[in-house]
């Protein structure tokens, strides 16, 4: 039976954050997954993602110290896996954590109704009957441990650990390669199920609801009241993510010219959260508007000041006693806002987002070219100049047009048919 793991944020001298993968029992730090994680991190890839990396890894190594696979004894022998092994892999990574972790584990509660690991043991018709992860969530996992695999092959190559390296560099390219063959295939949503924005109704509503003076406000600390709904203000201004506004200082507010930076800080000393507030895409200074800019300035200088730990850091929002404000509390204000309002049950930070985009749009068509919208909302989202992800967020709006366009060509068919 294998050992357990763990996953672990840990803080460079730098105030640089990465997390690795270590043995549960001792602590200590599994050393070639550490080497893939400070590889990710020579890439620049964001914390999140390495985190997220190294959540595939651990799975990887959970599973096979289950059948008590040892990578590195297989390496020198020239080998790696077999497809058998292979096959189970991709089967248990669509599988939830808690049902592999009994697998492996076993049952962690006698009391509480278990599943039948005699059943387990039969091989994957049991695993079929338990509930599964999304496509997208066990695509993710399989990408980062065929990453891993691909890595780690590389790396023993290189460090001569195979006795025959050309023999097991050809056992590895055909590993690799059947982990990608055999991964779930993820294709473009359809665009009637992707997340679309607020519609102007909808976003009236929100409007209303979160105003500080609203009757219908769920919170009833003015403090909150006023911070929430300056976050609900700029997610909808500006379309930046909730890690983006979480990450912002208040130097970034330049008070004299309203304008806000959105910059990213991959190694920043003043960040303390469990869950880092990152900026994923490029740095950007966004022009604020008179009202907007108001708000931000009372907020700082009123609101913001009226907490205990404000002044003992530099972050802009921040929570009722003045720490940095948590990405969690940001998903636990948006759950509270959907019991309010029931009509936007899928309402979310992100889905602001996309409203701001849906609103950008309407803007353009008849403000802007083609190229000039492009070139001008990349910019505001932090896209690079070539970026085709506009394209996952204007999904309501990309409707919108087709539905006037089906009308106005029907009334034209028929009135010609007349």
């Known amino acids: 039976m294998g050992g357990k793991y763990a996953v672990v944020q840990v803080k460079m001298q730098s105030g640089e954050r990465t997390h690795l993968l270590v043995d549960a029992t001792t602590g200590i730090g599994i050393y070639e997954p550490t080497g893939y994680a400070l590889n990710l991190r020579n890439k620049g890839r964001a914390v999140n993602t390495i985190a997220q990396a190294m959540r595939a890894v651990m799975l990887l190594y959970q599973i096979?110290?289950?059948?008590?696979?040892?990578?590195?004894?297989?390496?020198?022998?020239?080998?790696?896996?077999?497809?058998?092994?292979?096959?189970?892999?991709?089967?248990?990574?669509?599988?939830?954590?808690?049902?592999?972790?009994?697998?492996?584990?076993?049952?962690?509660?006698e009391k509480v109704a278990r599943l039948d690991l005699a059943k387990l043991k039969k091989g994957l018709k049991a695993q079929a009957a338990l509930p599964v992860v999304d496509r997208g969530t066990a695509a993710v996992r399989i990408k980062y441990i065929k990453g891993y695999l691909g890595w780690l092959s590389e790396y023993a190559y290189l460090q001569k650990i195979p006795e025959d390296r050309e023999s097991f560099k050809q056992v590895a390219e055909v590993t690799v390669k059947a982990f990608k063959t055999r991964a779930p295939i993820v294709g473009k949503k359809n665009s009637t199920k992707r997340k679309k924005g607020l519609t102007h109704a909808q976003q009236e509503r929100l409007l209303s609801v979160v105003h500080p003076d609203s009757p219908e406000n769920p919170w009833i600390d003015a403090f909150i009241r006023e911070r929430n709904y300056l976050i609900i203000l700029i997610l909808l201004a500006t379309g930046m993510r909730k890690g983006e506004m979480l990450g912002i200082k208040v130097k970034d507010f330049n008070v004299r010219d309203n304008k806000l930076l959105v910059t990213r800080r991959p190694d920043d000393p003043d960040e303390t959260r469990g869950r880092t507030a990152e900026t994923k895409t490029y740095d950007r200074e966004l022009l604020l508007g008179t009202e907007l800019a108001e708000s931000l300035k009372r907020y700082i200088k009123v609101i913001r000041a009226s907490t205990t730990l404000a002044n003992q850091h530099p972050y802009l929002i921040v929570s009722e006693v003045g720490a940095p404000m948590a990405l969690g509390t940001v998903d636990f204000m948006f759950s509270a806002l959907r019991k309010v309002l029931p009509e936007i049950q899928k309402l979310s930070a992100h889905i602001l987002r996309h409203t701001w985009n849906d609103r950008f749009s309407e803007f353009c068509q008849n403000n802007l070219s083609k190229v000039e919208e492009e070139r001008t909302r990349n910019y505001i989202m932090g896209w690079s100049e070539e970026s085709r992800s506009a394209e996952n967020y204007t999904a309501r709006y990309t409707e919108m047009q087709a539905e006037d366009a089906l009308t106005a060509m029907q009334n034209k068919m028929f009135k010609a048919a007349k």
């Open 64 to 109: 096979l110290g289950a059948h008590d696979v040892d990578l590195l004894q297989r390496i020198r022998a020239n080998d790696f896996l077999t497809l058998g092994e292979i096959d189970a892999l991709i089967e248990q990574c669509k599988l939830k954590r808690a049902d592999l972790d009994e697998i492996h584990f076993g049952p962690v509660d």
